[in-house]
C-alpha cells in the first residue's frame, strides 16, 4: 500500500534555527516525491519535487530511498516560513497524489 | 499562470441538503481532483477525473459523487449533506497524471 507518514502535527523553531520535516513514504516502485506548502490564506502550491533537485526559499529535500524518506530541510528558518508543509507521493501511474497529514511550521522571533 | 477556480468560498448548509460544490480551470488540464482538508487528517481525496465523463473513486468517496461533463468544470455533488462533511473542499487540476498539483483556494463547507 502506497502511504506517505509526517511524525510531526507541529514544529516550533526559533528564527535563524535550522529546520528539518520530516516525511516517511511506503511504496515499493520508484517513487515521485514532492512538498506542498500552504501559508496563512494562500492556496495549498507546489514548494519542490524531489526531481528537480532544486533549492526553493533556501528549501531543499532529498529522496533516501534506503530509509524511504525524504525530509525538508533549511539551514536557518525565517519567520515567513510559517505554514503548514504536506509531503505527497506520486505512485502507480494513473493514480493520484497520496498526500501526508502535514505539519505545521511555526517560526517565531 | 494556471487559474483554478471554486465557486464558493463559504458555504452554510443544512442536513439532508445537496450541495453543489464547482471547480473551473483555464488551463486545459485533463486531471481534476476534489479532496477534502481537516485538521489532523491532512488531504483526503474524494474523487478524481482523467477525462470528460470520467471519474474515479478516491479513498473516501461515500456521500459524495462527482460530474464532468466539460473538461475545464469538475463538480462535487453531496446528495444529502451530513454534519461529518463539515471541511474544507479543494479542487485541483494537473497536466500529467501524479505531476503538480494546481489548487483552487477551497470551499469551506458548514453543515448544521
Known amino acids: 500500500a502506497q502511504r506517505v507518514t509526517q511524525p510531526e502535527k507541529l514544529l516550533s523553531v526559533f528564527k535563524g534555527a535550522p529546520v528539518e520535516l520530516k516525511c516517511n513514504y511506503s511504496y515499493s516502485g520508484s517513487p515521485e516525491l514532492f512538498w506542498y506548502v500552504q501559508y496563512s490564506r494562500q492556496r495549498l502550491q507546489l514548494l519542490l519535487r524531489?526531481?528537480s533537485r532544486e533549492s526553493i526559499k533556501g528549501f531543499t529535500a532529498d529522496l533516501n530511498k534506503g530509509e524511504t524518506s525524504f525530509h525538508l530541510k533549511k539551514p536557518f528558518a525565517q519567520e515567513e516560513d510559517s505554514a503548514m508543509y504536506y509531503c505527497?507521493?506520486?505512485?502507480?501511474?494513473?493514480?493520484?497524489?497520496?498526500f501526508g497529514k502535514g505539519t505545521t511550521l511555526s517560526v517565531s522571533s | 499562470d494556471v487559474k483554478v477556480t471554486q465557486s464558493s468560498r463559504y458555504l452554510v448548509k443544512r442536513t439532508g441538503e445537496k450541495v453543489f460544490l464547482e471547480c473551473v480551470q483555464d488551463m486545459d488540464h485533463e486531471n481534476m481532483f476534489w479532496y477534502r482538508q481537516d485538521p489532523g487528517l491532512g488531504l483526503r481525496l474524494i474523487y478524481f477525473s482523467y477525462d470528460v465523463k470520467m471519474k474515479e473513486k478516491g479513498d473516501i468517496p461515500e456521500g459524495y459523487s462527482v460530474s464532468r461533463e466539460k473538461k475545464e468544470r469538475f463538480s462535487l455533488i453531496l446528495e444529502s449533506a451530513s454534519t461529518n462533511q463539515t471541511s474544507m473542499y479543494l479542487c485541483?487540476?494537473?497536466?500529467?497524471?501524479?505531476?503538480?498539483?494546481?489548487f483552487g483556494e477551497g470551499s469551506r463547507l458548514t453543515v448544521l
Open positions: 524531489h526531481i
Open positions: 485541483a487540476t494537473s497536466r500529467d497524471s501524479g505531476g503538480e498539483l494546481f
Open positions: 505527497a507521493l506520486s505512485g502507480l501511474e494513473g493514480t493520484a497524489l497520496i
